[in-house]
């Protein structure tokens, strides 16, 4: 439970810090978050596709050893 919460933690300040830093470039913070939104978005869709990759991957595995071995040894 730790470790989540040491996680959790890291991703916040992250994200506080990458919104400071927005609101320093950019002026404002209304500008701030329309860039995070707009890096969010990009995140969430390459997100997506790699854990589509993942579950491809891992259905495959699981074929491969419902099936037994392709060559005896």
Do not use: Q
């Not at 470790?3 to 927005?22: D, E, K, N, P, Q």
């Not at 790699?50 to 419902?66: H, K, N, P, R």
Request: net charge negative; proline share 1%; no cysteine.
């Amino acid at each position: 439970m730790r470790a989540v919460h040491s996680i959790v933690t890291g991703l916040l300040v992250l994200f506080f810090a990458i919104m400071v830093i927005f609101r320093l470039i950019d002026g404002s913070f209304e500008s701030a978050g329309e860039r995070m939104d707009r890096l969010m978005g990009v995140t969430g869709s390459e997100l997506g596709d790699a854990a589509e990759g993942v579950a491809e991957a891992t259905g495959d595995v699981v074929d491969d050893i419902a099936d037994g071995r392709d060559t005896p040894n």
